[in-house]
């Protein structure tokens, strides 16, 4: 069972950056596809961006050219930097480890972590 733990969530304004790291325990993040996913006050989980083993990405639409998911498998440690932030981007964001991808559909596993709280002010 890996143990996953989001930081580096914060408070910053509309058109500022942030980057938030999901650090795993109990198993080499290596071998996993990592996805982030956020959740928004009132609204479901949804997937932010993926990257696989090899380092191929995918994003959401909305946050195509703003946001990049990287992996440092020595840190065990992936990653998004988010850039141009919009007050809609306000969610707890919370990493996954061994999810996949099906039909253009990404299923996440049980594997998360307990998230981490970005509010993006106007």
């Known amino acids: 069972q890996v143990h996953l733990v989001e930081s580096g969530g914060g408070l910053v304004r509309a058109g500022g950056s942030l980057r938030v790291s999901c650090t795993a325990s109990?198993?080499?993040?290596?071998?996993?596809?990592m996805a982030w996913f956020r959740q928004a006050p009132g609204k479901q989980r949804e997937l932010v961006a993926t990257?696989?083993?090899?380092?191929?990405?995918n994003y959401v639409d909305s946050v195509k050219g703003r946001f990049t998911i990287s992996r440092d498998n020595a840190k065990n440690t992936v990653y998004l930097q988010m850039n141009s932030l919009k007050p809609e981007d306000t969610a707890v964001y919370y990493c996954?480890?061994?999810?996949?991808?099906?039909?253009?559909?990404?299923?996440?596993?049980?594997?998360w972590g307990q998230g981490t709280q970005v509010t993006v002010s106007p």
């Open positions: 996954n480890a061994g999810g996949a991808y099906s039909s253009g559909i990404y299923y996440p596993t049980a594997n």
């Open positions: 109990g198993s080499t993040l290596s071998i996993f596809t």
């Open positions: 990257v696989n083993r090899g380092g191929s990405t």
